[in-house]
C-alpha cells in the first residue's frame, strides 16, 4: 500500500531564509511522481513542484526544490528565501504513474509554514 | 494549465437534504476524476474515483449509497451527498488530469459544504 509521512505539522521561517519541510514514502509501485502543494487559507490547492521516480536530477520550479533521496525514499520540499506569502499548509503527495492503484493520488498529513517579518 | 471548474464554492443546507456538487474539466477530457474530503486542518482523504461510462470506485469506509458519483460525460462528474447531515460538514474537492499528463493533478476550486 502507499503511505506518504509528513512529520512536521507546523515550522517557522524567518523572511528571506530557507526553509526544508520533510517527507517520505512507502510504495510498492516501480513508476510513481511525487509532488507538492500549497494550500492558502482561501482552500484551492497550487501546484508547486512535481518528481518521476525515474528522474535522475532534482526537480526545482524557481523558488522551489525538491530533494529526491529515491534509496531513502524522501522527497523533502526546499523553499528558497522565503516570503510572508509562502506563509500556508503545504502537502506532500503521490501518484501511482503505472495505473496499478488506478492513478490515484494521496497526500500527507500536511505542514503549516509559518513565515516570520 | 488544465483547468477544473467546481460548483459551488460553498452551500449551506438543511439536515436531511441532498447536495450536488460539480467537477468539470474545462479544456480537457477526463476519463477518471478524482473526489476527496478535507476537513479543518486536516489533509485530503481521497473518497472515490469516479470513472466515465462506469460505476465509481470507492475507497474502504466511504459509503457509496451516502454519496452518489456521477461521471455521465468526459467532461463533467457529480458528487451527490445524499440526506446530508452535520457531520457531512465538510470541504470536498475533486481534481482531474488530461490523459497525457501524468506530472500534475489538477484541482478544482473546492466546495465548502455546512450541514445545519
Known amino acids: 500500500a502507499q503511505k506518504i509521512t509528513q512529520t512536521q505539522p507546523g515550522m517557522f521561517v524567518q523572511e528571506k531564509e530557507a526553509v526544508t519541510l520533510d517527507c517520505t514514502y512507502d510504495t510498492s509501485d516501480p513508476s510513481y511522481g511525487l509532488f507538492w502543494y500549497k494550500q492558502p487559507s482561501s482552500g484551492e490547492m497550487i501546484f508547486l513542484i512535481y518528481q518521476g521516480s525515474y528522474d535522475q536530477q532534482n526537480a526545482t520550479e524557481g523558488r522551489y526544490s525538491l530533494n529526491f533521496q529515491k534509496a531513502r525514499k524522501s522527497a523533502n520540499l526546499v523553499i528558497s528565501a522565503s516570503q510572508l506569502g509562502d506563509s500556508a499548509m503545504y502537502f506532500c503527495a503521490m501518484r501511482d504513474l503505472a495505473g496499478t492503484g488506478g492513478f490515484k493520488t494521496i497526500f500527507g498529513a500536511g505542514t503549516r509554514l509559518f513565515v516570520k517579518a | 494549465g488544465a483547468v477544473v471548474s467546481q460548483h459551488p464554492s460553498w452551500v449551506i443546507c438543511k439536515s436531511g437534504t441532498s447536495v450536488k456538487i460539480e467537477c468539470r474539466s474545462l479544456d480537457f477530457q477526463a476519463t477518471t476524476m478524482f473526489w476527496y474530503r478535507q476537513f479543518p486542518k486536516q489533509s485530503l482523504m481521497l473518497m472515490a474515483t469516479?470513472?466515465?461510462?462506469?460505476?465509481?470506485?470507492?475507497e474502504q469506509g466511504v459509503e457509496k449509497d451516502k454519496f452518489l458519483i456521477n461521471h455521465a460525460s468526459l467532461t463533467l462528474s457529480t458528487l451527490t451527498v445524499t440526506s446530508a447531515h452535520p457531520e457531512d460538514s465538510s470541504f470536498y474537492i475533486c481534481?482531474?488530469?488530461?490523459?497525457?499528463?501524468?506530472?500534475?493533478?489538477?484541482f478544482g476550486q473546492g466546495t465548502r459544504l455546512t450541514v445545519v
Open positions: 469516479s470513472n466515465e461510462g462506469s460505476k465509481a470506485t470507492y
Open positions: 481534481s482531474a488530469s488530461p490523459p497525457t499528463v501524468n506530472t500534475e493533478a489538477f
